[in-house]
């Protein structure tokens, strides 16, 4: 038995959610404010409930000013200040939860002017609509990537600004189990809220096990019977697949399980989400699901007494974020208990120092820099929790760079027993030496403190380790569950060509003969040394931008000394950067060619070297700003920025000198982040690292099996394996070999023959690909490969093969008459406008028409009834716009044409919709019964007098949904269906109704009738 996502996802999902403890709503039964979509009513009469003093005219008042705050374009931050705060009027009980109203609706409206669209589920929190969660049917076409860019557009879009301001969570499921092999979140359940720009996805695993027959309650025959009617499903009832679809462990009831009973939604609607001043804007962030479950076991630690302990987790995946969601929660903690907590974060370095800053200030807590021993005394023996004069949420930083060994104890025996420190201390792999003195200090300053060290690498040696130092691990979160979430890249390490090799040692041999017996520091230093090591990072990461086509990325080289460092800036400056003068002269030449453009814009024109001994402070956190923001290309580095830097698009790192141990592992993982597309980070080789590495790895994996025994398995090379690469380059191989790659005219004329669109996939997913193509094959030694394959042509290869894949999609779509549904569901405007060529002076009217022609096939996609006469014409309209054409040509008259056209259809198809809904309300949204009153009177009409149709057929629905609800398993017999149907089709037509019909027409409305519900119960539309 087939289902469509509305009884596979959908109903099962919503009667999950009332064993959570959610009420079912009607839409038909209740109102609500359609510019806010508050469910008024219920707001009024919650909200007087947690505010008993607040009368109903104060409620109203208050009501307004929200609805006021909607229109900010803070992405809800006013909003949500008002939502969590509960010093004034509160809008959410949250110190009794059970307090507030719980309701979940389907198919809620949102709309503005012409724009709308319905989520599938909505919960409502004392009647605002606060989370939402869209499903799909599993092996959805483009799984939830399509969903993905959906929503997109639809945050971009200004009209739905207040619900996005409101909406806090929203959930998307196409009720797949995650796949490990799945990088683009096809598969699965996912989580995120609000963006203006781009919803980021996250993928949530559980890691608490529940007892599902306390938290879920049992709902009743009457509820489900409740919801079927009103969703129209009653057939669905009794089948065995909607039995199974209801169980509690599906993906989307997994989800909703741990994201919404009750207990988890106060947690997450409380202290889960950030408002983060990033450099592109505003953006809002949501814990991710090991900083939620890192947050609760810290609590869990500190109810059992324990006040110290560890949280390991991964390089990348948000520590400092970690540290600020705690504060929140920690301060509400301690405050329960009369407690006033008092927090500090302490480093080592002040780089790390004014990141931590950086990080904090940026997501609202006002921060508190401390980088002296008598400045840190003085801290401890105050009883001041903050030092701001505004009240604001405060974090103490301290840099112990200085005074990490100071013998000076610092003493506080005057213990203020209602302040609570809590001390988080970043990185403890290092400079914790319990033979030092800092930790003794730190300990006698406060025997009462909290200390929660963070690291991605603890050290785990047999003189001392983090963990003896520390305590226990409270949480850990490692490599690979952060690179299947996406949080963080694998990486892949180059070694330098052997050519390069080879000039390098000749380079050595030379100025050893010159320098004698110079220190190897200076030679390495040495500009004969130094030159062609530069030439060979510059052409690298100008080759990487194009083969990657990011003109984008950045690089940083860690240098053998800070003189290479300086050496390395002085002979680019000379010879790399841009001279004054040269953009006028470059502006008066001919306009560049796409190629020469892709080329230029890949240079490498400006760099910096970042040393202690270079610059200001402020000068040298300036350059670090602005290599961030993508001005400058290149970092040259000693020691400053190893650890605790923080740069997405940071995506080669060249090492230059050997680096031991942990700190090996810390400076490799600065090219981990998530960036754009990218699934790599790339490590460039000079020092040969691979067997320090492999010598770090194995001591490491050594200590951890004794430290994790079974945990292991979770726990792996953060290289992508050899085996894994030479797989990849041997498909490449294998799927390329038989084109000619070397002549892009040849390779268009072979694959346009290709009219297979499997064949033309599988050549376009291995093209798409060669972005990582040349690091694979450097990194693998199969050097002979270079030669034969001209990789600037790879990009070209990969576009053609794309468009020749839209063009196959297309042609399926509009040329061989398939499923309007198909048709309708292509996003033609993106598909056509991948490879039609339009003069840039007429972009602004291929814009115009690429928003007509979406907005038109979105219209008529929705449309209920597509055998409807009018709709089948509207469709055959919109394909002859664009059928049999040739889609690589288009004239702006030919535009302008096809906008006027498309303006047509819209506003028909909109007058369309507009009728249908007004008679699918008629039948309490019953979508069957609208296509069938639709059929009963477009041929042959039974009665010139619709209103008697309707009593009839209105009759009709009800007595035949009583007979399904009492056995809807008679729909597995569709002889026994149409005896019982004709019996009642007879009864309220012929005698009810008084309309004059005979056997054939009885015959006519049984079948249309039978056909809707048969179709209803296998998930087909009729």
Request: with cysteine; proline share 2%; charged share 30%.
């Amino acid at each position: 038995m087939k289902f469509n996502e509305d009884s596979r996802v959908k109903i099962p999902s919503i009667l999950h959610l009332i064993k959570l403890g959610y009420s079912y709503l009607s839409l038909k039964e209740n109102n609500w404010d359609t510019n806010t979509n508050v469910f008024t009513d219920i707001f009024y009469t919650q909200i007087k409930k947690i505010n008993p003093s607040l009368s109903h005219k104060e409620a109203e008042k208050f009501y307004t000013e929200i609805s006021l705050t909607l229109e900010n374009e803070d992405l809800g931050r006013a909003f949500y200040n008002k939502l969590i705060d509960q010093s004034g009027i509160k809008l959410i009980d949250f110190k009794n939860f059970e307090n507030n109203s719980f309701h979940v609706v389907t198919e809620l409206p949102y709309e503005k002017d012409e724009d709308n669209f319905r989520p599938d589920i909505i919960l409502l929190i004392n009647g605002m609509p606060l989370v939402f969660i869209e499903v799909k049917k599993p092996n959805n076409r483009d799984g939830i990537l399509a969903e993905h860019k959906r929503m997109q557009t639809r945050f971009q879009n200004k009209k739905f600004r207040k619900f996005i301001n409101l909406t806090q969570l929203m959930v998307f499921s196409n009720n797949m189990q995650y796949s490990d092999n799945d990088t683009q979140m096809l598969e699965g359940a996912f989580y995120s809220t609000t963006n203006y720009r781009k919803p980021i996805f996250n993928y949530f695993r559980e890691e608490e096990t529940f007892d599902l027959d306390k938290i879920l309650s049992p709902v009743s025959e009457e509820v489900e019977n409740f919801v079927l009617k009103d969703t129209n499903l009653i057939s669905i009832k009794n089948a065995k697949e909607f039995a199974s679809n209801k169980k509690p462990n599906s993906a989307t009831n997994s989800i909703s399980t741990s994201l919404f009973q009750k207990s988890r939604l106060q947690f997450i609607l409380q202290y889960a989400f950030a408002y983060v001043e990033e450099e592109n804007g505003l953006e809002k962030h949501v814990m991710r699901y090991p900083q939620i479950f890192a947050t609760k076991a810290i609590e869990n630690k500190l109810e059992n007494g324990v006040k110290k302990g560890i949280i390991w987790h991964t390089q990348g995946s948000g520590k400092t974020a970690l540290a600020y969601f705690n504060v929140k929660h920690l301060t509400d903690y301690y405050q329960k208990k009369n407690i006033i907590p008092k927090f500090y974060f302490i480093v080592d370095r002040i780089d790390l120092l004014n990141q931590a800053a950086k990080e904090f200030t940026s997501r609202g807590l006002t921060v508190h820099k401390i980088s002296s021993r008598e400045a840190f005394t003085r801290d401890i023996k105050s009883t001041n929790v903050i030092h701001n004069n505004s009240g604001k949420a405060e974090i103490t930083a301290v840099n112990i760079q200085k005074f990490k060994d100071d013998p000076d104890v610092i003493k506080n025996n005057d213990y203020n027993l209602s302040v609570q420190r809590i001390f988080f201390l970043d990185e403890v792999h290092r400079s914790y030496n319990p033979k030092g003195s800092f930790l003794a200090n730190l300990e006698l300053a406060d025997k009462h403190s909290i200390k929660i060290g963070l690291t991605g690498t603890p050290l785990l040696g047999k003189e001392y380790n983090s963990k003896t130092l520390f305590g226990d691990y409270i949480h850990k979160y490692y490599y690979n569950l952060s690179i299947k979430d996406g949080y963080t890249l694998r990486l892949i390490r180059e070694e330098i060509e052997t050519k390069y090799k080879l000039t390098l040692q000749e380079t050595l041999e030379k100025i050893k003969v010159l320098e004698g017996d110079a220190d190897k520091k200076k030679i390495y230093a040495h500009h004969k040394f130094v030159e062609p090591m530069l030439n060979y990072i510059i052409q690298d990461l100008e080759q990487a931008r194009i083969s990657m086509d990011d003109s984008t990325i950045g690089g940083m080289v860690v240098c053998d000394s800070s003189d290479q460092a300086k050496m390395m800036q002085e002979i680019f400056d000379e010879k790399y950067a841009i001279k004054p003068g040269s953009y006028f002269q470059q502006a008066a030449e001919d306009p560049e060619q796409y190629g020469n453009k892709k080329i230029a814009s890949s240079k490498v024109s400006k760099a910096t070297v970042i040393l202690h001994d270079v610059g200001t402070k402020q000068e040298r956190k300036d350059w670090v700003d602005d290599f961030k923001a993508g001005k400058i290309d290149l970092l040259f580095v000693y020691n400053m920025l190893l650890t605790g830097f923080d740069a997405k698009r940071l995506k080669k790192l060249y090492i230059g000198r050997k680096i031991k141990s942990h700190n090996l592992l810390q400076t490799l993982t600065r090219v981990n982040r998530t960036y754009k597309n990218h699934k790599y980070g790339f490590v460039v080789d000079f020092a040969d690292i691979q067997k320090e590495f492999d010598k770090t790895n194995q001591d490491y994996f050594n200590e951890l099996q004794g430290e994790l025994g079974d945990e292991m398995q979770h726990y792996s090379n953060l290289f992508k394996s050899a085996a894994e690469i030479q797989k990849e380059i041997e498909e490449i191989k294998d799927v390329i070999f038989k084109f000619d790659t070397n002549n892009a005219e040849v390779f268009s004329q072979q694959i346009s023959e290709i009219n297979d669109r499997t064949e033309i996939r599988e050549i376009a997913k291995v093209l798409n690909n060669s972005k990582e193509l040349y690091n694979l094959i450097r990194l693998s030694g199969n050097f002979q490969l270079l030669e034969k394959l001209d990789f600037r042509k790879l990009a070209v290869l990969s576009r053609l093969t794309n468009d020749r894949l839209s063009l196959i999609n297309t042609k399926l779509a509009l040329e061989n008459n398939l499923e309007t549904n198909n048709i309708l569901n292509t996003a033609l405007e993106d598909v056509i406008f991948a490879f039609t060529k339009v003069k840039e002076e007429e972009m602004v009217l291929a814009d115009e028409l690429k928003g007509a022609l979406g907005r038109t096939r979105e219209m008529l996609g929705g449309n209920f009834d597509q055998k409807d006469p009018i709709f089948v014409s509207l469709r055959e309209e919109l394909e002859r716009l664009f059928k049999k054409k040739n889609l690589s040509e288009v004239s702006k008259e030919e535009m302008e044409a096809n906008i006027k056209a498309l303006n047509e259809i819209y506003d028909a198809a909109k007058k369309l919709e507009r009728e249908n809904q007004l008679l699918k309300a008629k039948y309490d949204y019953d979508a069957k019964y609208a296509r069938i009153h639709k059929r009963l009177m477009e041929k042959d009409p039974l009665t010139d007098n619709e209103r008697k149709l309707f009593e009839a057929l209105k009759g009709l629905k009800t007595e035949v949904d009583n007979e399904i609800l009492q056995n809807a398993k008679i729909l597995e017999n569709e002889s026994y269906v149409e005896k019982m149907m004709m019996r009642l089709v007879i009864n309220q037509f012929k005698n009810k109704q008084n309309i004059n019909i005979n056997a054939t027409d009885v015959k006519r409305i049984n079948n249309i009738l039978v056909k809707e519900y048969i179709n209803e119960y296998n998930g087909n539309v009729a």
